[in-house]
């Protein structure tokens, strides 16, 4: 099975409601699709969302990373020699993470396609379920208590509540968020980097004097402060969540050996796909490190992609695949079931999903 063809395309689709945290207010999702045509037929697509704040790329430098530089590496390689083809495209160029990841989760669904069975049964079938929990953007706290109390009677259980914009607030929006909710929601807490070390061990420790009884906090502090994020987890009890911090498997390890985080947050965006995240997922077993699986703002497509990773590997033992979620629609058919809190993994082979819209091929 040789490769044939990538093209990209955009495609936009509407939130329920803006999404804002700390860097950013978004009120769409507008990706890259990317498509992958083989000689014998098959298609399999991807996606990629520009995140210029997290990941430096934009719409413009996803399409030309795809079209000018990975497709040009790619084509007439034989999906065959997989481990050779992946390392092919993710030495096509540096960086431009997004791009990658779509199109190696294009070809993790050929081959899994070709095999005849599911993607995350192929990646080591851990599970057939998932909980999923939904972001609560930064609002006032009024605000986000009555966000919170409707995910939860949509049926959401596990709330991540984003933090950071105004660090003199997160107390008293968390503390009304717990209030308007009760005792049994699960809520774990997303800084998007937003606080300094000391306003982080401050905040947190407000926090637990609160009684909030929070699951973890998510990257309290800038990425590249490994020293400050191993200063807060010194000095507060509540786990710790590696998000920014960690793209590639060196970041992993440099995490994992100076001890800075009690979970890693693992987003194909950020480890250029599957194949990247598969290393850390190593890494961290080695280390006894839980993981979870994130996304960023993407669609059911790239969200099914992580799903499958999530349901594969048995050292991931949280998800916050909530894309679908925060989606007005859905421009996709077939993939795993997201019900809500509840994803149901496909049994049809590869990822299962396909665009209602495919860009015609010339």
Request: proline share 6%; charged share 20%; aromatic share 4%.
């Amino acid at each position: 099975m040789k490769i044939t063809d990538i093209r990209t395309s955009e495609f936009s689709v509407p939130l329920r409601t803006p999404f804002k945290t700390a860097l950013r207010t978004v009120s769409k999702i507008h990706d890259v699709l990317v498509t992958v045509t083989t000689n014998d037929g098959r298609r399999a697509f991807g996606e990629a969302p520009p995140s210029a704040p997290i990941t430096g790329e934009t719409i413009g430098s996803i399409r030309c990373a795809v079209e000018d530089f990975i497709r040009p590496a790619l084509l007439g390689r034989d999906l065959d020699d997989f481990d050779n083809t992946m390392q092919v495209l993710h030495t096509a160029l540096l960086h431009n993470t997004s791009a990658k990841a779509a199109v190696d989760m294009a070809l993790y669904d050929l081959r899994a396609q070709k095999l005849g069975v599911p993607l995350y049964r192929l990646l080591g079938g851990s599970k057939s379920e998932l909980e999923t929990d939904l972001t609560i953007s930064v609002n006032r706290p009024e605000q986000m208590a009555a966000d919170s109390l409707t995910a939860v009677q949509r049926g959401f259980h596990i709330l991540k509540i984003k933090v950071g914009l105004e660090p003199q607030l997160d107390l008293q929006r968390l503390t009304s968020v717990r209030r308007a909710v009760g005792p049994d929601i699960t809520i774990r807490v997303d800084a998007n980097q937003g606080w300094t070390p000391a306003q982080a061990v401050r905040l947190i420790r407000s926090m637990e004097d609160a009684g909030l009884g929070l699951e973890l906090i998510e990257q309290p502090v800038p990425a590249q402060d490994i020293e400050g994020m191993a200063f807060v987890r010194r000095n507060v009890s509540t786990p710790l969540l590696a998000d920014e911090s960690v793209f590639s498997p060196r970041d992993a390890l440099a995490v994992l050996q100076a001890g800075t985080a009690d979970f890693l947050n693992l987003k194909l965006m950020k480890t250029g796909g599957i194949y990247g995240a598969l290393q850390i997922c190593s890494l961290a077993e080695t280390f006894g490190v839980p993981c979870m699986v994130g996304c960023m703002l993407e669609s059911s497509l790239a969200v099914s992609a992580a799903a499958h990773l999530a349901a594969g590997k048995r050292i991931v033992t949280r998800v916050d695949l909530d894309g679908p979620g925060l989606c007005s629609i859905c421009p996709y058919t077939g993939g795993p079931q997201f019900l809500e809190n509840h994803i149901v993994m496909n049994e049809t082979p590869g990822l299962g999903i396909q665009p209602d819209w495919i860009p015609p091929l010339s």
